[in-house]
């Protein structure tokens, strides 16, 4: 599989920093009022369900108008 397929989703610095060196797309999970961390990630979400709306963006599915046609 090619980096750049690759979505790794973590609250670890040097987690998410491997994965950028490698050309992987990083996401963060932070809560509310947690520490941002030193690693710049591709995106940032509260919680594990919202995982979803990162997914399709980088996919270009919106589940608005499949669902509401």
Known sequence: I?????????????YLQAAKNLGMITCRLRPKNAKRGNVTAH??????????EVVNEITGISFNAVLNK
């Open 2 to 14: 090619h980096p750049n397929k690759v979505l790794l989703v973590s609250d670890k610095d040097q």
């Open 43 to 52: 995106y940032n979400t509260p919680d594990v369900p919202s995982i979803q």
